[in-house]
């Protein structure tokens, strides 16, 4: 359970805050590294010192929630594209910090406007993935908020401690022209932590872990330090090409594209996998093939070298493309193509 006395009374000094947090320097440093580096998990600590908690990561579609994701745990456990809709699945990233474990929940961005059956599985994936955390870090761009930011908003619960996260500061000229909207934020929701940030900035990645620490209780942690994720290589192979395939076809492929996982067989050091990209449309399918099976050789090749960094052993990969018509409208197909 979250400690409500963590919680910023709802009417903070607006002025010390804005000044507080639009002084920080948010421009990653010359030469910094993607992330800040993982700890070593050696270090003993005393379970009765320890935090740990859950921090749940929400937003509309595209705001950055999987990039931060990734910055935190310091490692890519989840997938991104400048496409919407890439994260489809609740992914869990643990990262232990000094005496504390934060095991951050990323979300799909919470979908408002089709009301198809992917969409709704989405949306239940979001709510609840919400309800049993410590700290919600509810994520916007800087400087902006549409009807889409207030819907993820309002369905947000009433009792969790919630962090406005705004994300692309860097894209953010004028500091000084942030303060008339960060007021106008403070009048939407009593947020408990107003954080201008880049999710591409380590620094400001840092400055987040000392933010949150606080709304972590007092208890054991749940994993072993060194874990990164609690999804399966099965699961993050799948990710992995669909990544790619949302990367390597841009605009012109619907999102209503997915990946299946035929085979996945571990030989000590070697993993082969079969996986079949399904789309709606016959047209689709030449998108994704592309000239001479040139589109999809390519995919294969970026998604099985980055299996390979991240699992530090030999990858076979076999992709199939296969037309599913309506599938994203059908919810049993929606379900048996594993979305809750
Ligand atoms: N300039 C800038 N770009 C960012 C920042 N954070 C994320 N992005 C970019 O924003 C785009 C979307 O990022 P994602 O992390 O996939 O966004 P998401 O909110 O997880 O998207 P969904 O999967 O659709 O919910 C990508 O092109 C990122 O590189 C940031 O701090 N600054």
Known sequence: MPDPSAQSPANPDLDAMLAKVLGKDTAPAPGAPDAPARPSADIEVDPSAQRCGF??????????????LNALVGQKVSITSRKAQTTRHRITGIRTV?????????????????????NRALNKTVLGAVNDVDLI???????RFNLADAKALSALPPKVPVMLVANKFDLVHRRG????????????????????????APRDIQRLFAICEKYLPQQPWMHDPDDLTDRSERFMASEMVREKL?????????????????????????????????????GHKGMVIGEKGEKLKRIGTEARQELEKLWDCKVFLELWVKVRSGWADDDARVRSFGYE
Do not use: C
């Open 55 to 68: 921090v749940a990561i929400i937003g509309k579609p595209n705001v950055g929630k999987s990039t931060l």
């Open 98 to 118: 000094g005496p504390t474990q934060f095991v951050f929940v990323d979300t799909p961005g919470f979908q408002t406007r089709h009301g198809n059956a992917l």
């Open 137 to 143: 870090l509810f994520v916007v761009e800087a400087g």
């Open 177 to 200: 022209d942030l303060a008339p909207w960060l007021r106008s934020m403070q009048e939407r929701h009593p947020f408990a932590e107003f954080v201008p940030m880049s999710a591409k």
């Open 246 to 282: 949302f990367r390597l076809t841009g605009d012109e492929l619907p999102y209503t594209s997915t990946v299946v996982i035929d085979k996945f067989e571990e030989e000590g050091a070697l993993r082969r996998i079969a996986a079949t990209i399904v789309v709606e449309r016959e």
